[in-house]
């Protein structure tokens, strides 16, 4: 599984473990159930089965005028599913983040390729949405430009 460095620690982003889960059990589901959504802030919950073990993770987010405050909803959605997985034991254990105060959602950080899914850094995608008015990776960014169609 690719592994990003996040401030020091290792991290599995989510598309890799949800890969990982399919790659490895092919009898799984991920299902995920908003508990709560009041306009402020959503709580989202994850339940992922694999054979007759059930996985279950949490994640809230709040909408807010900042970056990533419009899409708290798929922030708290996919920080879910990213914990019950990890919970599964599929992903690095200290990414099941005991909150960290300078990055409570770890998972927001991270971007994912349109092209291929990989996980791409901020810089990265800020770069190719103003370039191709997508989020690419290198790879793809360069496809991109010797095709110009997809
Ligand atoms: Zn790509």
Known sequence: ??????????????????KELHRKYKNSSI???????DGST????AIVK???????GHSSARYTKEKFG???MENAETSSVGR???FANIGLMDSIAVSNPESPN????????????????????????????????RK?????KSKCKK
């Open 1 to 18: 599984m690719k592994t990003i460095n996040l401030g020091g620690s290792k991290y599995t982003p989510v598309v890799e473990r949800v």
């Open 140 to 144: 793809c960014q360069t496809n991109k």
């Open 70 to 72: 419009d899409v708290a």
């Open 50 to 56: 694999i054979g007759n073990r059930t996985f279950t």
């Open 42 to 45: 959503v709580t989202v919950k």
């Open 84 to 86: 019950a997985i990890g």
């Open 31 to 37: 299902e995920t159930i908003v508990l709560k959504d």
């Open 106 to 137: 770890k998972e927001e950080t991270i971007h994912v390729c349109e092209g291929c899914g990989d996980p791409i850094s901020e810089q990265i995608k800020n770069f190719s949405k103003k370039l191709f008015k997508k989020s690419l990776c």
